[in-house]
């Protein structure tokens, strides 16, 4: 483990991650709008969120930080896409990647701010994609 991972609060993120993700899915329960079949939704939500999990078990290797893009901007794109394809709106998605990054500020993840900005930006532009392709 390296000095930044041992500074991160770990059980914090696990907790606020929980916290934020019971909020999202309570947002989608409300607004569930799916723009491809279920099937399709659920097999591009497993294989985000498997990416995602990866890269965070692996954040001293393959998951670690950018000082501008990683492989994490390629997980908030996706990210980004699922949530159009949820029937998530523009603003919503924006409050949620902008509650994720303060959840990792909460939790000491070490993040250069530019970065924490463009994954940001790479959430709404994943958002863009998959709109214009569905269209």
């Known amino acids: ?49 498997s990416f995602a999990v990866f890269l965070r078990l692996h954040r001293d290797t393959w998951g670690r930080e950018g000082r501008y893009v990683d492989l994490w901007s390629i997980a908030h794109f996706l990210v980004g896409a699922l949530a159009f394809l949820a029937g998530v709106e523009l603003p919503y998605l924006m409050v949620i990647s902008l509650l994720w990054e303060l959840v990792e500020l909460a939790a000491r993840v070490h993040e250069h701010p530019a970065n924490r900005a463009i994954d940001v930006a790479l959430a709404a532009a994943g958002w863009l994609v998959a709109r214009a392709a569905i269209a």
């Open 1 to 49: 483990m390296t000095a930044i991972a041992s500074r991160e609060h770990t059980g914090r993120l696990a907790v606020l991650a929980l916290l934020l993700a019971a909020a999202c899915a309570a947002v989608l329960y409300e607004r569930l709008a799916l723009a491809v079949p279920l099937a399709v939704f659920l097999g591009m939500f497993v294989v985000v969120a």
